[in-house]
Protein backbone atom coordinates (compact mmCIF):
# COMPACT_ATOMS: atom_id res chain seq x y z
CA UNK A 1 0.00 0.00 0.00
CA UNK A 2 1.15 3.46 -0.87
CA UNK A 3 0.77 6.29 1.42
CA UNK A 4 1.95 10.16 0.84
CA UNK A 5 3.26 11.69 4.01
CA UNK A 6 0.93 14.95 2.94
CA UNK A 7 -2.55 15.61 1.07
CA UNK A 8 0.23 17.86 -1.59
CA UNK A 9 2.35 15.01 -1.68
CA UNK A 10 0.75 12.98 -4.80
CA UNK A 11 0.46 15.88 -6.41
CA UNK A 12 4.47 16.84 -5.81
CA UNK A 13 5.43 13.30 -6.29
CA UNK A 14 3.75 12.70 -10.12
CA UNK A 15 4.32 16.47 -11.23
CA UNK A 16 8.28 15.38 -10.12
CA UNK A 17 8.63 12.72 -11.72
CA UNK A 18 6.98 12.75 -15.04
CA UNK A 19 8.38 16.07 -16.00
CA UNK A 20 11.89 14.64 -15.28
CA UNK A 21 10.92 11.76 -16.94
CA UNK A 22 9.97 13.73 -20.39
CA UNK A 23 12.82 16.22 -19.68
CA UNK A 24 15.88 13.80 -19.14
CA UNK A 25 15.06 11.71 -22.40
CA UNK A 26 14.05 14.77 -24.23
CA UNK A 27 17.40 16.73 -22.96
CA UNK A 28 19.45 13.37 -23.66
CA UNK A 29 18.21 13.39 -27.03
CA UNK A 30 19.42 17.15 -27.89
CA UNK A 31 22.81 15.96 -26.37
CA UNK A 32 23.47 13.36 -28.62
CA UNK A 33 22.73 15.14 -31.55
CA UNK A 34 24.62 17.80 -30.19
CA UNK A 35 27.57 15.53 -30.04
CA UNK A 36 27.02 14.28 -32.78
CA UNK A 37 27.28 17.33 -34.98
CA UNK A 38 30.05 18.77 -32.96
CA UNK A 39 32.27 15.24 -33.43
CA UNK A 40 30.92 15.20 -37.48
CA UNK A 41 28.10 12.15 -36.84
CA UNK A 42 30.31 9.81 -35.82
CA UNK A 43 28.10 7.35 -34.12
CA UNK A 44 30.00 6.27 -31.44
CA UNK A 45 29.58 9.23 -29.50
CA UNK A 46 25.68 7.61 -29.13
CA UNK A 47 27.24 4.99 -26.85
CA UNK A 48 29.35 7.47 -25.21
CA UNK A 49 26.73 9.82 -24.53
CA UNK A 50 23.83 7.13 -23.35
CA UNK A 51 26.97 5.37 -21.23
CA UNK A 52 27.74 8.61 -19.32
CA UNK A 53 23.91 9.74 -18.73
CA UNK A 54 23.47 6.14 -17.31
CA UNK A 55 26.54 5.63 -15.36
CA UNK A 56 26.35 9.22 -13.49
CA UNK A 57 22.82 9.26 -13.04
CA UNK A 58 22.71 6.06 -11.56
CA UNK A 59 25.59 7.50 -9.26
CA UNK A 60 22.86 10.85 -8.88
CA UNK A 61 21.27 8.73 -7.53
CA UNK A 62 23.08 7.18 -5.22
CA UNK A 63 24.30 10.37 -3.48
CA UNK A 64 20.82 11.49 -3.34
CA UNK A 65 19.29 8.53 -1.04
CA UNK A 66 21.44 9.69 1.55
CA UNK A 67 20.83 13.11 1.02
CA UNK A 68 16.35 12.78 1.08
CA UNK A 69 16.78 11.22 4.80
CA UNK A 70 18.07 14.56 6.14
CA UNK A 71 16.92 17.21 3.99
CA UNK A 72 13.57 18.16 3.48
CA UNK A 73 12.12 16.77 -0.15
CA UNK A 74 10.21 19.63 -1.22
CA UNK A 75 13.01 22.01 -1.04
CA UNK A 76 15.70 19.99 -2.81
CA UNK A 77 13.15 19.25 -5.67
CA UNK A 78 12.18 22.93 -6.06
CA UNK A 79 15.81 23.38 -6.68
CA UNK A 80 16.23 20.59 -8.32
CA UNK A 81 13.64 21.53 -11.16
CA UNK A 82 15.44 24.94 -11.41
CA UNK A 83 18.97 23.37 -12.10
CA UNK A 84 17.67 21.10 -14.77
CA UNK A 85 15.62 23.66 -16.63
CA UNK A 86 19.30 25.86 -16.28
CA UNK A 87 21.73 23.47 -16.88
CA UNK A 88 21.02 22.00 -20.46
CA UNK A 89 21.46 25.37 -21.87
CA UNK A 90 25.16 25.85 -20.52
CA UNK A 91 25.65 22.30 -21.54
CA UNK A 92 24.80 22.76 -25.20
CA UNK A 93 26.63 26.08 -25.61
CA UNK A 94 29.63 24.20 -24.10
CA UNK A 95 29.84 21.31 -27.09
CA UNK A 96 29.36 23.85 -29.38
CA UNK A 97 32.21 25.81 -27.70
CA UNK A 98 34.58 22.19 -28.05
CA UNK A 99 34.96 23.29 -31.34
CA UNK A 100 37.22 27.00 -30.52
CA UNK A 101 39.94 25.11 -28.49
CA UNK A 102 41.20 23.16 -31.33
CA UNK A 103 43.08 23.63 -34.83
CA UNK A 104 39.97 24.75 -37.70
CA UNK A 105 39.15 21.39 -39.72
CA UNK A 106 40.33 18.86 -37.45
CA UNK A 107 39.07 16.15 -35.55
CA UNK A 108 38.71 15.06 -32.18
CA UNK A 109 40.65 11.62 -30.77
CA UNK A 110 38.35 9.40 -29.07
CA UNK A 111 39.98 9.89 -25.53
CA UNK A 112 38.99 13.98 -26.08
CA UNK A 113 35.83 13.22 -26.95
CA UNK A 114 35.04 11.03 -24.29
CA UNK A 115 36.92 13.72 -21.40
CA UNK A 116 35.44 16.44 -22.76
CA UNK A 117 31.20 15.27 -23.58
CA UNK A 118 32.02 13.37 -20.13
CA UNK A 119 32.30 16.19 -18.16
CA UNK A 120 30.01 18.45 -20.09
CA UNK A 121 27.21 15.69 -19.21
CA UNK A 122 27.90 15.27 -15.19
CA UNK A 123 26.29 18.05 -14.11
CA UNK A 124 22.69 17.44 -15.31
CA UNK A 125 22.60 13.64 -14.88
CA UNK A 126 24.28 13.99 -10.77
CA UNK A 127 21.05 16.38 -10.46
CA UNK A 128 18.78 14.26 -12.16
CA UNK A 129 19.84 10.83 -10.55
CA UNK A 130 19.18 12.66 -7.63
CA UNK A 131 15.75 13.70 -7.91
CA UNK A 132 14.66 10.56 -8.14
CA UNK A 133 15.20 9.28 -4.07
CA UNK A 134 14.30 12.95 -3.46
CA UNK A 135 10.83 12.08 -5.04
CA UNK A 136 10.62 8.99 -3.26
CA UNK A 137 11.16 10.23 0.08
CA UNK A 138 7.80 11.80 -0.64
CA UNK A 139 6.39 8.11 -0.71
CA UNK A 140 5.74 5.66 2.71
CA UNK A 141 4.83 2.09 2.13
CA UNK A 142 6.47 -1.05 1.18
CA UNK A 143 5.42 -0.51 -3.20
CA UNK A 144 7.53 2.71 -3.16
CA UNK A 145 10.12 1.61 -5.23
CA UNK A 146 7.70 0.22 -7.95
CA UNK A 147 5.81 3.53 -7.72
CA UNK A 148 8.77 5.52 -8.52
CA UNK A 149 9.79 3.45 -11.22
CA UNK A 150 6.02 3.51 -12.99
CA UNK A 151 5.96 7.16 -12.80
CA UNK A 152 9.60 8.01 -13.64
CA UNK A 153 9.03 5.35 -17.03
CA UNK A 154 6.32 7.08 -18.14
CA UNK A 155 7.66 10.19 -18.14
CA UNK A 156 10.38 9.04 -20.22
CA UNK A 157 7.99 7.32 -22.81
CA UNK A 158 6.11 10.65 -23.03
CA UNK A 159 9.71 12.47 -23.58
CA UNK A 160 10.77 9.94 -25.97
CA UNK A 161 7.47 10.53 -27.77
CA UNK A 162 7.03 14.61 -27.55
CA UNK A 163 11.15 14.87 -28.85
CA UNK A 164 10.51 12.13 -31.68
CA UNK A 165 6.90 13.42 -33.38
CA UNK A 166 7.17 16.95 -32.53
CA UNK A 167 10.29 19.20 -31.57
CA UNK A 168 12.71 17.86 -33.66
CA UNK A 169 9.90 18.73 -36.57
CA UNK A 170 8.84 22.00 -35.21
CA UNK A 171 12.03 23.70 -33.12
CA UNK A 172 15.61 23.74 -32.89
CA UNK A 173 16.82 22.41 -29.88
CA UNK A 174 17.92 25.40 -28.25
CA UNK A 175 13.86 25.91 -28.71
CA UNK A 176 13.58 22.52 -27.39
CA UNK A 177 15.56 23.33 -24.70
CA UNK A 178 13.42 26.56 -23.64
CA UNK A 179 9.86 24.73 -23.56
CA UNK A 180 11.31 21.77 -21.71
CA UNK A 181 12.87 24.51 -19.32
CA UNK A 182 9.54 26.11 -18.93
CA UNK A 183 8.35 22.68 -17.82
CA UNK A 184 10.18 22.40 -14.98
CA UNK A 185 9.65 26.00 -13.63
CA UNK A 186 6.16 24.76 -13.75
CA UNK A 187 7.19 21.73 -11.89
CA UNK A 188 8.84 23.97 -9.49
CA UNK A 189 5.94 26.07 -8.43
CA UNK A 190 3.75 22.95 -7.10
CA UNK A 191 6.94 22.08 -4.98
CA UNK A 192 7.46 25.46 -2.34
CA UNK A 193 4.94 28.18 -1.44
CA UNK A 194 4.10 30.92 -3.92
CA UNK A 195 7.00 33.42 -2.17
CA UNK A 196 9.29 31.38 -4.38
CA UNK A 197 7.24 32.50 -7.56
CA UNK A 198 8.91 36.13 -8.13
CA UNK A 199 12.21 33.94 -8.27
CA UNK A 200 10.73 31.81 -11.06
CA UNK A 201 9.38 33.83 -12.94
CA UNK A 202 12.35 36.45 -13.24
CA UNK A 203 14.52 32.28 -14.35
CA UNK A 204 11.70 32.32 -17.19
CA UNK A 205 11.94 35.55 -18.31
CA UNK A 206 16.04 34.98 -18.52
CA UNK A 207 15.24 31.82 -20.39
CA UNK A 208 12.88 33.27 -22.60
CA UNK A 209 15.70 36.04 -23.59
CA UNK A 210 18.57 33.40 -24.32
CA UNK A 211 16.23 32.35 -27.78
CA UNK A 212 18.97 34.86 -29.65
CA UNK A 213 21.83 33.14 -28.45
CA UNK A 214 21.02 30.02 -30.37
CA UNK A 215 22.61 31.59 -33.59
CA UNK A 216 25.58 33.04 -31.66
CA UNK A 217 26.42 29.63 -29.95
CA UNK A 218 25.79 27.90 -33.31
CA UNK A 219 28.67 30.32 -34.46
CA UNK A 220 31.17 28.79 -32.06
CA UNK A 221 30.79 25.24 -34.06
CA UNK A 222 32.44 27.03 -37.35
CA UNK A 223 34.88 29.17 -36.00
CA UNK A 224 34.86 32.43 -38.41
CA UNK A 225 32.25 31.81 -40.63
CA UNK A 226 28.58 33.69 -40.06
CA UNK A 227 25.70 30.81 -39.69
CA UNK A 228 22.97 32.15 -41.77
CA UNK A 229 20.29 29.29 -41.63
CA UNK A 230 20.01 26.52 -39.62
CA UNK A 231 17.45 23.84 -39.67
CA UNK A 232 16.43 20.78 -36.95
CA UNK A 233 15.65 17.38 -38.90
CA UNK A 234 15.15 13.73 -38.07
CA UNK A 235 18.52 12.95 -39.81
CA UNK A 236 20.66 15.56 -38.74
CA UNK A 237 21.23 19.09 -38.64
CA UNK A 238 21.64 21.43 -41.43
CA UNK A 239 23.68 23.95 -41.45
CA UNK A 240 23.84 26.98 -44.27
CA UNK A 241 27.14 29.43 -43.39
CA UNK A 242 29.16 32.23 -45.35
CA UNK A 243 32.93 32.52 -45.20
CA UNK A 244 33.43 35.61 -47.38
CA UNK A 245 31.78 35.48 -50.99
CA UNK A 246 31.52 31.18 -50.02
CA UNK A 247 27.89 29.98 -49.31
CA UNK A 248 28.69 26.53 -47.23
CA UNK A 249 25.85 23.48 -46.62
CA UNK A 250 26.84 21.09 -43.49
CA UNK A 251 25.19 18.52 -42.33
CA UNK A 252 26.07 17.30 -38.81
CA UNK A 253 29.22 19.71 -39.43
CA UNK A 254 30.34 17.53 -42.56
CA UNK A 255 30.74 19.49 -45.46
CA UNK A 256 28.43 18.65 -48.37
CA UNK A 257 28.64 22.06 -50.67
CA UNK A 258 30.76 24.85 -50.81
CA UNK A 259 30.43 27.21 -53.87
CA UNK A 260 33.12 27.78 -55.90
CA UNK A 261 33.68 24.18 -55.78
CA UNK A 262 34.34 22.22 -58.63
CA UNK A 263 33.86 18.65 -57.27
CA UNK A 264 30.46 17.89 -59.39
CA UNK A 265 31.81 18.13 -62.15
CA UNK A 266 34.24 15.57 -61.60
CA UNK A 267 31.77 13.44 -60.20
CA UNK A 268 29.82 13.95 -63.16
CA UNK A 269 32.07 14.37 -66.03
CA UNK A 270 34.31 10.97 -65.69
CA UNK A 271 31.64 8.40 -65.86
CA UNK A 272 28.95 10.34 -68.51
CA UNK A 273 31.31 10.70 -70.88
CA UNK A 274 31.65 6.70 -71.10
CA UNK A 275 28.12 6.61 -71.90
CA UNK A 276 26.04 7.67 -75.16
CA UNK A 277 23.82 10.98 -75.10
CA UNK A 278 19.73 10.17 -73.99
CA UNK A 279 21.81 7.80 -70.86
CA UNK A 280 19.58 6.75 -67.64
CA UNK A 281 21.21 8.05 -64.60
CA UNK A 282 20.61 6.93 -60.61
CA UNK A 283 22.05 10.13 -58.72
CA UNK A 284 22.06 9.05 -55.42
CA UNK A 285 22.77 12.49 -53.09
CA UNK A 286 23.93 16.02 -53.90
CA UNK A 287 21.56 16.67 -56.87
CA UNK A 288 20.72 20.29 -55.24
CA UNK A 289 24.34 21.08 -55.33
CA UNK A 290 25.15 21.41 -58.65
CA UNK A 291 26.06 17.90 -59.78
CA UNK A 292 22.54 17.64 -61.73
CA UNK A 293 22.95 20.35 -63.73
CA UNK A 294 26.55 18.86 -64.74
CA UNK A 295 24.67 15.67 -65.83
CA UNK A 296 22.50 17.95 -67.48
CA UNK A 297 24.94 18.83 -69.87
CA UNK A 298 25.37 14.80 -71.40
CA UNK A 299 21.50 15.41 -71.94
CA UNK A 300 20.56 12.14 -70.48
CA UNK A 301 16.95 11.28 -71.17
CA UNK A 302 16.29 10.83 -66.86
CA UNK A 303 17.50 10.91 -63.85
CA UNK A 304 16.47 9.26 -60.63
CA UNK A 305 17.70 11.26 -58.18
CA UNK A 306 17.74 9.78 -54.42
CA UNK A 307 18.26 11.93 -50.85
CA UNK A 308 17.09 10.69 -47.76
CA UNK A 309 16.65 14.43 -45.61
CA UNK A 310 13.53 15.91 -47.66
CA UNK A 311 15.31 19.02 -46.00
CA UNK A 312 17.90 18.89 -48.40
CA UNK A 313 15.80 18.71 -51.16
CA UNK A 314 13.90 22.06 -49.88
CA UNK A 315 17.72 23.60 -50.08
CA UNK A 316 17.13 23.68 -53.56
CA UNK A 317 15.86 27.41 -54.11
CA UNK A 318 18.02 28.60 -52.06
CA UNK A 319 21.18 27.36 -53.55
CA UNK A 320 20.53 27.00 -57.55
CA UNK A 321 17.38 25.46 -58.81
CA UNK A 322 18.72 22.08 -59.96
CA UNK A 323 15.74 20.26 -59.69
CA UNK A 324 14.02 22.71 -62.41
CA UNK A 325 14.85 20.19 -65.39
CA UNK A 326 11.92 17.83 -66.77
CA UNK A 327 14.01 14.77 -67.18
CA UNK A 328 14.72 15.08 -63.11
CA UNK A 329 12.64 12.63 -61.13
CA UNK A 330 13.22 12.93 -57.17
CA UNK A 331 12.73 10.40 -54.96
CA UNK A 332 12.98 10.91 -50.56
CA UNK A 333 14.33 8.03 -49.15
CA UNK A 334 17.41 5.60 -48.79
CA UNK A 335 19.84 5.64 -51.64
CA UNK A 336 20.35 1.33 -51.07
CA UNK A 337 16.92 0.62 -50.23
CA UNK A 338 15.80 2.46 -53.82
CA UNK A 339 18.84 0.58 -55.94
CA UNK A 340 17.33 -2.77 -54.27
CA UNK A 341 13.65 -1.88 -54.56
CA UNK A 342 13.44 -1.03 -58.24
CA UNK A 343 13.53 -2.73 -61.11
CA UNK A 344 14.78 0.73 -63.53
CA UNK A 345 17.97 -0.04 -65.52
CA UNK A 346 20.39 2.58 -65.63
CA UNK A 347 23.62 3.43 -68.06
CA UNK A 348 25.52 5.40 -64.87
CA UNK A 349 25.11 5.35 -61.22
CA UNK A 350 26.48 7.96 -59.46
CA UNK A 351 27.24 8.28 -55.89
CA UNK A 352 27.69 12.17 -54.37
CA UNK A 353 28.49 11.45 -50.57
CA UNK A 354 30.62 12.89 -48.41
CA UNK A 355 33.89 10.64 -47.41
CA UNK A 356 32.54 7.69 -45.21
CA UNK A 357 32.96 9.01 -41.96
CA UNK A 358 30.43 7.57 -40.28
CA UNK A 359 28.38 4.35 -39.88
CA UNK A 360 26.02 6.10 -42.19
CA UNK A 361 28.12 7.15 -45.21
CA UNK A 362 29.82 4.13 -45.13
CA UNK A 363 27.39 1.68 -46.07
CA UNK A 364 28.17 3.08 -49.55
CA UNK A 365 31.12 2.66 -49.62
CA UNK A 366 31.49 -1.17 -48.71
Not at 22 to 29: C, F
Not at 98 to 126: E, H, K, N
Not at 181 to 186: A, I
Not at 220 to 249: C, D, E, M, Y
Amino acid sequence: MILYRGPADKKRFWVCLLSLGTSSVSVQLIMTREVMSTFSGNELVIGLVLGVWLLFTGLGSALGVPVAKRARPERALFWGHVLIAVIPFLQIASIRALPLFWVRGQMLDLTSAVTSSTLILIPYCLVGGGMIPMAAALLKGKETASRVYIADTLGDIAGGLIFSFILVYTLSHWNSLIVLGSLNLLAATTMMSYRALPFLILICLGIGSACSLNLRTLSWRFPGQHVILHKNTPFAQLTISRNGKQLNVLQDAIPLYSTGNLDMETIAHLPLCQVSEGANVLLIAGGVFGTIDEIAKHKPKRIDYIELDPAIVKLDRLIANNLRHSFVHVHVGDGRLFVKKTGNKYDAVIVDLPDPENAQLNRFYS
